[in-house]
């Protein structure tokens, strides 16, 4: 499995945007970008995925770089709900499994 | 809608116990999954399952077992408890393909 690499933690204030970068320059064509959170004694939490283009949903927006080297997960409005933990994983097309890495532990400063 | 429901929420054993944690779905998802979390890190997949009657390993196998009898239900189970298995378990479902995956609120055990 294709590795990321994640900065260990990033901190921000209320109300303000948040973007989260992520390091996969080992990705292969068909790997697909993933980003989940884990809120404090929860289990994780689907935020976002794309392939190439950026994609925005209802949570974030996922901006991913010309040669998908690179991706970045924005939070465009933080609040204090958003403190937890955010993993980047590449996912195989097809694939079913997720491999985690240690993640960015995310501090929202009211 | 319930989701993915987790039993039990806590559990302590001695070593050498057995026991089965559940997990059961509610939203017809062919892939299950397994991941435990120990402390300051990430998951680790144990085992997994894309349909009823079809298992296969993760990263991390060795201890547990699994089946896969219906499309709902898929339980992990510890055939004698070591301390090295303390942790929280995790377990996830999707639809097939690359569709997101679901996870439980977790089991936290502990052994002594």
């Known amino acids: 499995d294709a590795k990321t690499t994640q900065p260990n933690s990033m901190e921000s204030n209320e109300e303000e945007p948040v973007h989260l970068p992520c390091n996969h320059s080992?990705?292969?064509?068909?790997?697909?970008i993933h980003w989940y959170r884990q809120l404090p004694s929860q289990g994780p939490e689907y935020v976002i995925h794309g392939l190439t283009s950026n994609v925005n949903n209802r949570m974030a927006s996922l901006a991913i770089a010309e040669d998908r080297k690179s991706s970045t997960l924005i939070l465009h409005r933080a609040t204090l709900r958003d403190a937890a933990v955010y993993y980047c994983?590449?996912?195989?097309?097809?694939?079913?499994?997720?491999?985690f890495g240690q993640g960015t532990r995310l501090t929202i400063n009211p | 809608n319930a989701g993915v429901t987790q039993t039990p929420k806590f559990q302590v054993l001695k070593t050498g116990q057995s026991m089965t944690l559940q997990c059961a779905q509610d939203?017809?998802?062919?892939?299950m999954s397994w991941y435990r979390q120990d402390p300051g890190m990430g998951l680790r997949l144990i085992h997994y399952s894309v349909g009823a009657g079809i298992t296969d390993q993760g990263e991390v196998p060795n201890g547990y077992n699994v089946s896969r009898s219906t499309t709902e239900d898929f339980p992990l189970r510890l055939l004698s408890a070591a301390p090295s298995q303390t942790s929280v378990y995790f377990c996830a479902s999707s639809r097939q393909g690359n569709q997101p995956q679901h996870f439980g609120d977790g089991t936290r055990l502990s052994i002594l």
């Open positions: 080992t990705i292969s064509g068909t790997d697909y």
């Open positions: 994983i590449l996912r195989i097309q097809g694939a079913q499994k997720l491999v």
């Open positions: 939203m017809n998802h062919e892939y």
